[in-house]
C-alpha cells in the first residue's frame, strides 16, 4: 500500500531559509517615493475639491489608499 511504511508520517527536514533584507539605499529610495505619492495624492485631493469636484477627489483618495494598503500589506 502506499504511504504506509517507515517515516510515512515524518515529515522530510527542511532547513529554514535566511529573509533576504534590501539594503538601506533602497528603503530609502521607497520611502521617498511613498511620501511622494502621498504629498501628490493629498495634493490632488485639495486641488479637485477646491475645483468643485468631489467625486475625483474621492478616486484619488480611494485609489491612493489601495496603493498603500498594497505597499503595507
Do not use: K, R, Y
Not at 535566511?18 to 501628490?40: C, R
Not at 468631489?54 to 480611494?62: E, K, Q, S, W
Amino acid at each position: 500500500m502506499v504511504g504506509i511504511g517507515e517515516g510515512a508520517a515524518v515529515p522530510p527536514e527542511v532547513e529554514a531559509q535566511h529573509g533576504v533584507h534590501s539594503s538601506s539605499s533602497v528603503n530609502w529610495a521607497i520611502v521617498s517615493l511613498m511620501f511622494l505619492i502621498f504629498v501628490a495624492a493629498v495634493a490632488g485631493v485639495v486641488v479637485a475639491l477646491s475645483s468643485g469636484m468631489p467625486t475625483v477627489a474621492i478616486v484619488i483618495a480611494l485609489v491612493s489608499g489601495a496603493v498603500f494598503a498594497g505597499v503595507l500589506c
